[in-house]
Every structure is written in structure tokens, then in C-alpha cells.
């Protein structure tokens, strides 16, 4: 072999070996470039932090002020700081308008153990802690009375801040949060956006004989209904009807003249030539259309007052139709006006208690039971609870005193007593010419007050019972 062919020969060797160097590179470089794709899709199928979405939008932050936990369960819970939830939304969109503080909504106070919610002409949330009711009152449509919504956890405080479960802040926000734990990913959905989902489904959508049927938005009751995956519409001849939330089927098809979704009993009142009945959100009659009006008595009681020729009653909605009236519609009212009595607590004037209800005939007053009897032996007072109070400072009306389950009650002669959930009324004498709550550095107290020889004496009314005993 002469040297040329040496060289050749070393030449081909040489790139053999750089071929070789070279597929082992690529090869290398494959199983890098696979592994880092693998740990790409691995972080990201499991990432290391939280990424939140309010409305499709990516925001930052969310996870620094949230409380995560696992419960006895092996449950993954979360908990949301109540106030600083409403400063998280306003600052993320200016649509969200809300604003936050301490204490009752209607009473100025600065009791940290509860805070309101008020998002501006819209809706007011108020939260107490050791509770698992969340109050609310619809702005929009100017009630007086508070909706009753029921977390599935207590509101608790740490460090002086009021938190609440993930249930809790959905009811109190009218929002949907769901929390995918293998991506660390939390959706936060606002009524608003589900509201404008649906106009915009229904603005393409032909539904047989009815044609497009209309969603109607900023209709705030109205619109909770979505939450139950039900939907009111209405169609090209102006009725209304029930629609499920995927649009494949009718509940109720429109052909009532109006339908009004009750968010404490997740019912709607449905309207029709004049009257008025209540169907379940499958559609069940549960009252039927006989009534002139029909208006939720709150605190999960299925109980409603129905209005007759101008009358009103009680109808028990877990009974049927056939044997649901437990006070018939014979009456001059049913409840009283809450807004005697807001620093006393009272938010609902139908049942008081959990278990009294004021029914009026002409100028007298008697108090119901839940199961409909008349517990006060027949129409005898005057007024229930007391609000022509004397004028002071730190002096309120009062109705209940819940510790001591006794309302207050004003017979014919014009004096005051007291009146317990069994209808006795022999707690004290009809002597007393005021009972009120009195409020001293931040304490509440109630007292009652009578005339002795033309002298006015005050006495603790806790303190009376005690002794009493």
C-alpha cells in the first residue's frame, strides 16, 4: 500500500468518526430536547405556583392573599380574606365597583367582628364571623328586606381579618371559583361575564317556533338563576319562560307574562293573567297560579306570604297544593317593618326568632308559629316591639332579645311586656312604658323603664329575669 492510499484510508477514517461524532450529537441533543419538553409539559401539567384568571383574564397576585389548607378530609380548602377580595376585583377591572368595611351595613359601627360588602347600585353582602349566614340586600330593586344565603363554613377571623370559604365568598360575590389542584390553576367567573356569555349564545340561536329568545341582562335576581343552571327568556310574543343552562330544553315554555327567580329558595315565582305561583327549578308547581302576589319569608323556612282579594296568609311550600295554607289569607298583614328595628339586628320581619310570625287584623296584632297556630291565644296587642323610644344618645328600638327568646309585645292598655316562643306573656306585667337597647363604650344592654308615683324607674331587663327565676 503506497502512502497516498494511506492517507485515503485515513481520510475515510476520520470521517467515519465525524460522521459518527455527529449522529451521537443529534442523538444527544434528541434525548435533551425531549427531556426538556418533557420538563416543560411536566411543569406545566404541574406547575409551582398558583396562576389566576378573573373573567379569561390572567392577574397577578391572587394566591399571596389566599389561605390554602387541606381539611380532615384530605380536601384541598381554601379561604379568602372578605374585604380584600373587593379591593382584588375593583383593582383588577373598575367594573367591579365595590367597596368594603367594617361592621353592619345599616348601623355605623366599627365591629370588626362583621364586615359589609356594597357593590354600588347593585347589591350589599354582609358577613359576621362565627356564622355561616351571609346576609344580603338587592339594591337594584330597592327591598327592605335581606336575602339569607348559608355557607358551608363558619366566617372566622385571623390576625383581625375576616376570612370565608371558597362557598362563602361565591354566594356573598356572585361568582364562580373553581380550583384545578394538578395545574395550580384558580377560574374566577363574575355574574356579569356568565350574564354576557348568555346574551351572546342567544344572539345566534334559533329555538323552533319561538325564534331567538332574548336573555335579559342586569335584571340582578333574575339573573342568579344561572347559578342553578337554569335560565329565564324570553321570546318574539313577550312571554317568558324557563330555559336549561345548556339551552337544550325548556322547563317551563314561554307563555307567562312574568317570571321571577327567588334566590333564597332557588324558586321562581311565575306570573300569569293576574296571578301569581311558584314552580321549582324543574319545573315542579309547588303554589299554583291563584294568588295576587307571593313574596318569600326567608330563613330557609319555605314558607311564603300569599296575598287574596287584597288578604294575606302563610303557605307552607314543602306541603302540596292541596293542604300547603297554614294561615289563610284573611289577614290586614303579615310581618313587620324591619327598619324599626336594624340596630336590634333584625333583618327579617316575617319570622322572628326562627320561629314567630306577626299577623295583623285591623288595629291588633297576634303572634303565629311556623306550623300556623296562634300561639298568643287570639289578637291582643297593640304593636310588637317597641320603637317610640324616649330620645338619648345610645338608645334604640327594640324588638327581640334572642339570648332570652323573648320579642316585645304592647297590649290594649298601651304598656309594654314580654312575650317568649311558646306565646307566654306573663314574663313580666303589662306596666312597662319602654324597653330598649341601651349602648354604653361599645356594650349593648337592654332596659325597661316604668312610672311609680309619677317617678320614672329603669331597670336591667336581664337582671329582672335573673331574679325572676
Same mark, same amino acid.
Given at each position: 500500500?503506497?502512502?497516498?492510499?494511506?492517507?485515503?484510508?485515513?481520510?475515510?477514517?476520520?470521517?467515519?468518526?465525524?460522521?459518527?461524532?455527529?449522529?451521537?450529537?443529534?442523538?444527544?441533543?434528541?434525548?435533551?430536547?425531549?427531556?426538556?419538553?418533557?420538563?416543560?409539559?411536566?411543569?406545566?401539567?404541574?406547575?409551582?405556583?398558583?396562576?389566576?384568571?378573573?373573567?379569561?383574564?390572567?392577574?397577578?397576585?391572587?394566591?399571596?392573599?389566599?389561605?390554602?389548607?387541606?381539611?380532615?378530609?384530605?380536601?384541598?380548602?381554601?379561604?379568602?380574606?372578605?374585604?380584600?377580595?373587593?379591593?382584588?376585583?375593583?383593582?383588577?377591572?373598575?367594573?367591579?365597583?365595590?367597596?368594603?368595611?367594617?361592621?353592619?351595613?345599616?348601623?355605623?359601627?366599627?365591629?370588626?367582628?362583621?364586615?359589609?360588602?356594597?357593590?354600588?347600585?347593585?347589591?350589599?353582602?354582609?358577613?359576621?364571623?362565627?356564622?355561616?349566614?351571609?346576609?344580603?340586600?338587592?339594591?337594584?330593586?330597592?327591598?327592605?328586606?335581606?336575602?339569607?344565603?348559608?355557607?358551608?363554613?363558619?366566617?372566622?377571623?385571623?390576625?383581625?381579618?375576616?376570612?370565608?370559604?371558597?362557598?362563602?365568598?361565591?354566594? /356573598?360575590?356572585?361568582?364562580?371559583?373553581?380550583?384545578?389542584?394538578?395545574?395550580?390553576?384558580?377560574?374566577?367567573?363574575?355574574?356579569?361575564?356568565?350574564?354576557?356569555?348568555?346574551?351572546?349564545?342567544?344572539?345566534?340561536?334559533?329555538?323552533?317556533?319561538?325564534?331567538?329568545?332574548?336573555?335579559?341582562?342586569?335584571?340582578?335576581?333574575?339573573?342568579?338563576?344561572?347559578?342553578?343552571?337554569?335560565?329565564?327568556?324570553?321570546?318574539?310574543?313577550?312571554?317568558?319562560?324557563?330555559?336549561? /343552562?345548556?339551552?337544550?330544553?325548556?322547563?317551563?315554555?314561554?307563555?307567562?307574562?312574568?317570571?321571577?327567580?327567588?334566590?333564597?329558595?332557588?324558586?321562581?315565582?311565575?306570573?300569569?293573567?293576574?296571578?301569581?305561583?311558584?314552580?321549582?327549578?324543574? /319545573?315542579?308547581?309547588?303554589?299554583?297560579?291563584?294568588?295576587?302576589?307571593?313574596?318569600?319569608?326567608?330563613?330557609?323556612?319555605?314558607?311564603?306570604?300569599?296575598?287574596?282579594?287584597?288578604?294575606?296568609?302563610?303557605?307552607?311550600?314543602?306541603?302540596?297544593?292541596?293542604?300547603?295554607?297554614?294561615?289563610?289569607?284573611?289577614?290586614?298583614?303579615?310581618?313587620?317593618?324591619?327598619?324599626?328595628?336594624?340596630?336590634?339586628?333584625?333583618?327579617?320581619?316575617?319570622?322572628?326568632?326562627?320561629?314567630?310570625?306577626?299577623?295583623?287584623?285591623?288595629?291588633?296584632?297576634?303572634?303565629?308559629?311556623?306550623? /300556623?297556630?296562634?300561639?298568643?291565644?287570639?289578637?291582643?296587642?297593640?304593636?310588637?316591639?317597641?320603637?317610640?323610644?324616649?330620645?338619648?344618645?345610645?338608645?334604640?328600638?327594640?324588638?327581640?332579645?334572642?339570648?332570652?327568646?323573648?320579642?316585645?309585645?304592647?297590649?290594649?292598655?298601651?304598656?309594654?311586656?314580654?312575650?317568649?316562643?311558646?306565646?307566654?306573656?306573663?314574663?313580666?306585667?303589662?306596666?312597662?312604658?319602654?324597653?330598649?337597647?341601651?349602648?354604653?363604650?361599645?356594650?349593648?344592654?337592654?332596659?325597661?323603664?316604668?312610672?311609680?308615683?309619677?317617678?320614672?324607674?329603669?331597670?336591667?331587663?336581664?337582671?329582672?329575669?335573673?331574679?325572676?327565676?
Amino acid at each position: 500500500m503506497n502512502i497516498d492510499d494511506d492517507e485515503l484510508e485515513e481520510k475515510k477514517l476520520k470521517t467515519k468518526k465525524l460522521k459518527t461524532l455527529i449522529i451521537i450529537s443529534i442523538i444527544i441533543l434528541s434525548v435533551i430536547a425531549l427531556i426538556l419538553a418533557a420538563l416543560i409539559v411536566y411543569k406545566k401539567e404541574n406547575p409551582s405556583y398558583i396562576t389566576t384568571y378573573i373573567d379569561g383574564e390572567r392577574v397577578q397576585n391572587f394566591d399571596k392573599i389566599i389561605d390554602i389548607q387541606t381539611d380532615e378530609n384530605g380536601e384541598i380548602q381554601f379561604y379568602i380574606p372578605i374585604r380584600a377580595f373587593a379591593r382584588f376585583l375593583k383593582n383588577t377591572n373598575a367594573k367591579f365597583d365595590y367597596q368594603d368595611f367594617d361592621g353592619e351595613y345599616d348601623i355605623k359601627t366599627e365591629d370588626s367582628s362583621k364586615c359589609n360588602i356594597v357593590r354600588n347600585n347593585y347589591e350589599i353582602a354582609v358577613y359576621t364571623k362565627g356564622s355561616k349566614i351571609i346576609y344580603k340586600k338587592n339594591i337594584q330593586n330597592g327591598s327592605k328586606e335581606y336575602e339569607e344565603c348559608i355557607a358551608d363554613r363558619d366566617i372566622f377571623s385571623n390576625n383581625g381579618v375576616l376570612y370565608a370559604s371558597k362557598d362563602g365568598i361565591e354566594k /356573598g360575590y356572585n361568582v364562580v371559583i373553581s380550583y384545578n389542584e394538578k395545574k395550580k390553576i384558580i377560574n374566577i367567573y363574575s355574574l356579569d361575564f356568565l350574564v354576557q356569555n348568555q346574551i351572546q349564545r342567544f344572539a345566534t340561536e334559533k329555538f323552533g317556533n319561538y325564534g331567538t329568545l332574548k336573555y335579559e341582562e342586569n335584571i340582578l335576581n333574575n339573573n342568579k338563576s344561572i347559578f342553578e343552571d337554569v335560565l329565564i327568556v324570553k321570546a318574539s310574543n313577550n312571554k317568558y319562560g324557563l330555559l336549561k /343552562g345548556n339551552h337544550e330544553e325548556f322547563i317551563l315554555e314561554p307563555k307567562y307574562d312574568k317570571i321571577t327567580f327567588v334566590p333564597d329558595s332557588k324558586c321562581f315565582l311565575v306570573e300569569s293573567d293576574g296571578k301569581i305561583g311558584l314552580f321549582e327549578k324543574d /319545573g315542579t308547581r309547588k303554589i299554583g297560579l291563584i294568588y295576587e302576589d307571593i313574596i318569600s319569608m326567608g330563613k330557609n323556612s319555605n314558607l311564603y306570604v300569599v296575598k287574596s282579594n287584597n288578604q294575606f296568609g302563610v303557605v307552607d311550600g314543602n306541603k302540596s297544593e292541596n293542604d300547603n295554607i297554614i294561615i289563610y289569607p284573611q289577614y290586614d298583614q303579615i310581618g313587620i317593618d324591619v327598619n324599626n328595628y336594624l340596630y336590634n339586628g333584625v333583618k327579617n320581619g316575617y319570622i322572628i326568632l326562627d320561629d314567630l310570625i306577626p299577623v295583623r287584623l285591623g288595629n291588633v296584632w297576634a303572634i303565629y308559629n311556623k306550623q /300556623g297556630k296562634n300561639i298568643s291565644n287570639g289578637f291582643k296587642y297593640v304593636s310588637i316591639g317597641c320603637n317610640n323610644i324616649k330620645s338619648g344618645n345610645n338608645i334604640y328600638s327594640l324588638l327581640q332579645i334572642p339570648d332570652a327568646k323573648l320579642i316585645i309585645v304592647k297590649d290594649q292598655s298601651n304598656k309594654y311586656g314580654f312575650m317568649d316562643i311558646t306565646g307566654n306573656d306573663a314574663i313580666a306585667p303589662f306596666v312597662l312604658d319602654q324597653i330598649y337597647i341601651k349602648t354604653s363604650n361599645g356594650v349593648d344592654s337592654y332596659w325597661m323603664s316604668y312610672t311609680v308615683n309619677g317617678e320614672e324607674k329603669e331597670l336591667n331587663v336581664l337582671d329582672y329575669l335573673k331574679q325572676k327565676k
